[in-house]
């Protein structure tokens, strides 16, 4: 039973950087490819960043594209984000998970998500 922990949100101001972690328990997370996904209140889930279960390749949402960089250490079982030069609009609750690259909806795996870490970012 796969269960998911972020970690690493918080409250900064717009040109800081942050990094969040994910934790996975119950699985090997290398046999995944893993990512981040990121949802203000009251509007839709949106995806942020994945990169294959070995490591190596990466994707981006072009709003990330050159400020965030995904990575992985599959040996501690935790992907991570790196958030730099961070804008106001990367305010959000942020969840890792399993993602499906063979189609470009980058769709979630696991049905069970982690609690999210928030991340918030005053102009």
């Known amino acids: 039973q796969v269960q998911l922990l972020e970690s690493g949100g918080g409250a900064v101001t717009a040109g800081e950087s942050l990094r969040l972690s994910c934790l996975m328990s119950?699985?090997?997370?290398?046999?995944?490819?893993m990512g981040w996904y990121r949802q203000e209140l009251g509007k839709a889930r949106e995806f942020v960043a994945a990169?294959?279960?070995?490591?190596?390749?990466?994707y981006y949402a072009n709003s990330v594209k050159g400020r965030f960089t995904i990575s992985r250490d599959n040996a501690r079982n935790t992907v991570a984000l790196q958030m730099n030069n961070l804008k106001p609009e990367d305010t959000a609750l942020y969840f890792c998970?399993?993602?499906?690259?063979?189609?470009?909806?980058?769709?979630?795996?696991?049905?069970?998500w982690g609690p999210g870490t928030q991340v918030t970012v005053s102009a």
């Open positions: 998970n399993g993602v499906y690259l063979w189609t470009n909806e980058y769709e979630p795996r696991f049905p069970n």
């Open positions: 119950g699985d090997r997370i290398g046999d995944y490819p």
């Open positions: 990169m294959n279960g070995a490591g190596g390749t990466a």
